[in-house]
């Protein structure tokens, strides 16, 4: 039987080891993450952050699962509206990743509505309709296989509940794209070889941001694995996308 | 992303700033953690969250539960009120939910003491922030006074000389009778309410 293979940016890999090459790519930007999206985004990330929250709903006293929540971004808005009756559980796959999240959040006195749990999207290790709202942002193009995480996503989901996906994705306004590139395959790997001196990091998430499945096909996916009024929002000139569906 | 993102991230930014000015206030706000405080600008249609909490205020125009406490007002209202921590007069604002935690988050952003001499000490030193505080308060205290000395002329000419205005008195007076008479428009409806026949 032919192995299975994934993408690695523009590479073919073995699908098992994409987990392992994924994990060496935050385990090395972990500590300057943060930075390095700011001056990536211009700070712009936060804006979209703050949006695809707005997107999701929550209310106090929800329980809210923030898949691949890196260093809590989100969770820090999150655990501010789920109130101290709700829940915010932060899970990342990566343990550098997680451990610099809990810190930055537990500094910040953000503490008794959050947990964290180190789990992988594809296998999600609780009971079915647990959550209210499951969050990932910039997460779902390092999963390798993105149906079967879209699927543990709808499981984990209670009757009622969104799932929201904030990702890189394919830019619609005229002219944009080559500028894109240009900045993508010059500027970014230059950011990650100054700022955390690691260029190769940077091209992948070039990379693989160009191989990530376009907003039509990310919301046709959604539908396959069961979601229903699926949509997606534009920002930024379609650079990015925030995908939601419910599970009814 | 909608201009109201923009707009709502802007002010989170420039509020928990102004805040982070006054140790005090951000003190003062780990008691409203864990509150929703909601903000309805009539006229605007835009109802402003916010969530409290140790570091800072949390702005949001999307909530979809219910507040703890609703604030409803002309923007101007809105303003005035948590500028001066007076009450405006009767109706311009609505309060629904937990009215105390209202007055008290109202009472906490008028109370905001900002130390400026302090902070500017920070960049200029002690002996010319002190000069520099000096001579703003000084300024500060003669445009006062001016502004209040016109206004109390310009108020006497208008109520005293030409008598186009109500004097202070009369015009509480006045609003008071109002607020009677509203009260009592209430009762006496409740009262034709219980006494008239069930409707069939």
């Not at chain 1, 079967?148 to 990702?167: C, D, F, N, T, Y």
């Not at chain 1, 690691?198 to 539908?223: C, F, G, N």
């Amino acid at each position: 039987m032919a192995k299975e293979t994934t993408d690695f940016g523009y590479q073919q890999i073995p699908a098992a080891d994409k987990v392992h090459k994924v994990a060496a790519v935050f385990d090395s930007v972990a500590s300057r993450y943060d930075l390095m999206n700011d001056l990536m985004s211009f700070g712009v990330h936060r804006l979209w952050k703050r949006f695809a929250i707005d997107l999701t709903g929550v209310r106090q006293g929800d329980r809210v699962l923030d898949l691949a929540g890196g260093t809590g971004d989100l969770t820090r808005r999150l655990a501010r509206l789920v109130g101290p009756r709700g829940l915010v559980l932060l899970t990342d796959i990566n343990a550098a990743m997680l451990n610099e999240g809990r810190g930055r959040l537990v500094d910040e006195g953000i503490a008794g509505n959050v947990a964290y749990v180190q789990a992988d999207a594809e296998q999600l290790p609780f009971p079915d309709n647990t959550f209210d709202v499951i969050t990932i942002a910039f997460g779902l193009r390092n999963v390798t296989r993105k149906d079967r995480a879209l699927s543990a996503m709808h499981r984990a989901l209670k009757p009622g509940g969104r799932v929201v996906i904030l990702e890189f994705s394919h830019p619609v306004v005229p002219g944009l794209q080559p500028v894109y590139d240009l900045y993508s395959f010059t500027v970014l790997p230059l950011l990650g070889k100054l700022v955390v001196r690691d260029a190769a990091s940077y091209r992948y998430l070039a990379e693989s941001i160009r191989v990530h499945p376009d907003q039509d096909t990310l919301k046709s996916m959604l539908e396959q694995a069961g979601f229903d009024r699926c949509e997606y929002f534009n920002m930024t000139g379609g650079i990015v996308a925030a995908h939601r569906g419910y599970k009814f | 992303m909608t201009p109201s993102t923009l707009l709502t991230a802007g002010l989170e930014t420039a509020l928990n700033r102004y805040l982070r000015l006054d140790p005090g206030a951000l003190t003062g706000l780990k008691t409203f953690s864990g509150k929703v405080i909601a903000v309805e600008l009539q006229g605007l249609g835009l109802t402003l969250c916010f969530l409290p909490g140790p570091d800072g205020i949390q702005l949001t125009d999307v909530y979809t539960g219910p507040p703890d406490v609703l604030i409803r007002g002309a923007p101007l209202a809105l303003f005035r009120q948590a500028r001066s921590g007076r009450p405006t007069a009767a109706g311009d604002l609505e309060i629904e939910g937990d009215v105390p935690l209202g007055k008290d988050f109202q009472a906490l952003l008028a109370g905001i003491h900002i130390d400026w001499e302090e902070h500017l000490s920070r960049w200029v030193g002690d002996a010319a922030a002190h000069q520099i505080g000096k001579a703003v308060s000084g300024i500060r205290s003669w445009g006062r006074t001016a502004i209040d000395t016109l206004l109390q002329n310009a108020g006497e000419y208008l109520q005293q000389e030409v008598r186009d205005l109500p004097p202070k008195g009369a015009m509480e007076a006045f609003l008071d009778a109002v607020d009677t008479l509203r009260a009592d428009t209430d009762r006496l409806e409740a009262r034709i309410r219980r006494l008239a026949p069930p409707e069939t």
